[in-house]
């Protein structure tokens, strides 16, 4: 049996969550530009521009992308045939501090929800672990900011609601945010499962790189027509106005109850950022 000390996957995640903070995705960098090169309105290339360079500048002098450096999730894959020598939880606490410590990141966690004193650490994250085949692990990260989190819905749909009425939910949810989430945004969706699962769906699926689609065709095509109505809103790049509000649809299910559809919609903002690695 393969065995992975704790030490290592500390050292990983601290890396990870570096370089989701100030390294922009390849696949959201592209498509930011390719969004600037379409462009016609004169304040949207302006705001795409200023997207652009920051990004540029953050990579370079290894700065946060954005101020709200998030809220540390954390999705493990770990393969039955592997075992960890030491204390995982730990392990993945240590690598969130010593990355917002090293990083000189925003802390922006409090230990309560109501009392909301700051924990001064970026601790504790979420941690999401699932059994697979195999002795490896793969480790994805996501930097969650709030500006984009606190727009995101969720919606116990009947079986009987029509796919028009899912379609509608979820193109007026961009539109209540308007440029709260600071588009252009990356939109994950999760249908399926339970209420919490559909969540956990959502926010795993923007780990899905841009111009990819669901495998299952129908799927595949309700993301295309909801990435298409989205941008018809044209609230635009920071919310100047646009032809592009949205970079892309990505949608997860799982099977559900007989009586039931729950759905979520988790808005991610133009600095999405999650990186991902494998012992």
Do not use: W
């Not at 989701?20 to 390719?34: E, G, V, Y």
């Not at 649809?249 to 759905?263: D, E, F, K, N, Q």
């Amino acid at each position: 049996m393969k065995i992975v000390d704790s030490k290592l996957i500390t050292g990983i995640v601290k890396n990870l969550f570096i370089k989701a903070n100030t390294c922009l995705r390849p696949d959201i960098l592209s498509a930011l530009k390719s969004a600037r090169k379409n462009e016609t309105r004169p304040k949207a290339r302006y705001a795409l521009d200023v997207i652009i360079k920051n990004a540029l500048i953050a990579k370079k002098k290894k700065l946060a992308i954005c101020q709200d450096t998030g809220m540390a999730v954390v999705y493990l894959k770990i393969g039955q045939s592997l075992a960890v020598k030491g204390d995982l939880k730990n392990a993945v606490s240590n690598g969130v501090a010593l990355a917002y410590k090293e990083g000189y990141f925003r802390n922006s966690i409090v230990n309560n929800p109501l009392i909301r004193k700051n924990t001064n650490t970026n601790l504790p994250p979420i941690i999401y672990t699932d059994i697979v085949p195999g002795n490896k692990i793969n480790i994805k990260v996501v930097a969650k900011g709030f500006g984009c989190e606190n727009v995101s819905k969720i919606r116990m749909f009947r079986p009987t609601d029509p796919v028009s009425s899912i379609e509608e939910f979820i193109i007026d949810a961009v539109k209540d945010a308007g440029s709260r989430p600071c588009p252009p945004i990356y939109i994950g969706i999760g249908i399926g499962g339970t209420l919490d699962k559909a969540v956990a769906l959502s926010r795993e699926a923007i780990f899905r790189p841009l111009g990819r689609h669901n495998k299952d065709k129908h799927i595949a095509e309700l993301e295309k027509s909801i990435l298409k109505k989205v941008n018809k809103l044209k609230i635009g790049p920071i919310g100047v106005g646009g032809n592009v509000t949205a970079l892309g649809v990505s949608i997860l299910t799982y099977p559900t109850h007989i009586a039931g559809l729950p759905l979520s919609v988790n808005i991610s903002c133009h600095a999405t950022r999650t990186a991902e690695a494998t012992i």
